[in-house]
């Protein structure tokens, strides 16, 4: 067992890993609250800001930054809010990277590896290949 200092609210707790490092349960807690009431203001204001989101919900920026960026918050494409591609610095709105940046990384560990990339699931692609299976 694991003592750690909460980096919320400071008290000592028991490590027992997962996403939320150095928070104790409580703080989890609370910022998962947070995270839902963030959530359901985003759905109620499609196109706020960062800002304002941090100001209605009383969340810290970078806390929602660290949310888009684990893809738990997904903003629509007439959000103003992006964040930013961590490698070309390409305005994104969910994940680290931009499409083109994935694309290349993929490309680079096919040549590291010699293997073929690994297909990754497109809902929209499949609802279009449906689609053309049933024009058939
Ligand atoms: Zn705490
Ligand atoms: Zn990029």
């Not at 839902?36 to 196109?47: H, L, P």
């Amino acid at each position: 067992m694991e003592v750690r200092n909460c980096r919320g609210c400071g008290r000592l707790y028991n490590y027992v890993g997962g996403s939320y490092r150095n928070l104790c349960p409580d703080c989890v807690k609370k910022l998962e609250e947070k995270f839902q009431e963030v959530k359901r203001y985003i759905e109620d204001n499609r196109v706020a800001s960062i800002r304002q989101i941090s100001e209605a919900c009383d969340v810290n920026p970078k806390q929602i930054e660290q949310w888009v960026r684990e893809e738990r918050l997904v903003f629509s494409d007439d959000s103003p809010i992006a964040i930013f591609c961590q490698t070309c610095g390409a305005p994104i709105k969910s994940g680290k990277y931009c499409e083109n940046c994935k694309e290349t990384m993929s490309d680079q560990l096919d040549q590291l590896y010699g293997k073929k990339p690994i297909e990754e699931p497109k809902k929209k692609r499949s609802a279009t290949a449906k689609m053309r299976f049933l024009d058939n």
